[in-house]
Structure formats: C-alpha cells, structure tokens
C-alpha cells in the first residue's frame, strides 16, 4: 500500500495498538490473536489475504520491520515513509485470486480506508503477492486500468 506523502507537518505518534484493540484487518479477533501474531513472528501468513490483511494491521500501526521483513526482495524499498498525518480506518477485501496454502503466488483486491486530518479517503489497490523462500511476500501492485 502506497499514499502519497501529506503537505503535514505535524509529527504525531505511531498508533499504539493494544492485545486486546480490535485487530485493524477487520477480523472479529482481538490485535494480539488475529494479526498481532504475524507482527510479532510468532505465526506465519497461510494465505495471501491473510498476509494483505496483516500488512494493513501494520499499516497502521507504522511497524516498519513487519511491512519490510513482508516484501520480496526485488520491490522492497530501504525504508517505508509513513505519513504523520494519516490514519488508516478500515479495510475492505474485494476479492482474491489464488494466493491459497497451496498457490505459489495470489492477487488482492482491497478498499483501504483513511482519514487525513478531517479529510476521508479511500485507497483501492489489487495486490500481488508471492511466495518467496516458502512464505508469502508482497510483490507489488497490479494496474487497476
């Protein structure tokens, strides 16, 4: 997921997500048992969904080292700019191709939600992701045109 960077200044601090905050995917489980897992390696994404959704989790709890341990190698960048002043609100899966416990690579469809300051947005990406050294990585996005 990309966004262009704010015109804010204003550095306001990461998200703090607790054990047990909803998880931001918009699974019906608690930040610790959903996606909290994957963040902190104690569980592996089964599924490309799974790790789209986990990606957003980390998204918006600006973790850094999950997104970039999550990327393939060939796409992933030095480091992720988060911008200060976006929040990410909700996620919307609209569909998935492939991308199973037994694909070797599956697309995303996704809606992610955000707010700006008092700006609403939404960014719609089709993701496509891979497996890489037998886990599932983020590759890149596919044109929606």
Known sequence: MSRRRSDARA??????LLPSSPCPCGLPAGYADCCGRLHRGQAAATTAETLMRSRYSAFAAQDEAYLLRTWHPDTRPDSVDFDPGLRWQRLEV??????GPFHAEGTVAFRAHYTEGREEGVLTEHSRFVRHEGAWVYLDALSLG
């Open 11 to 16: 550095t306001a601090p990461a998200p703090r």
């Open 94 to 99: 609209l569909s998935t191709t492939e991308g």
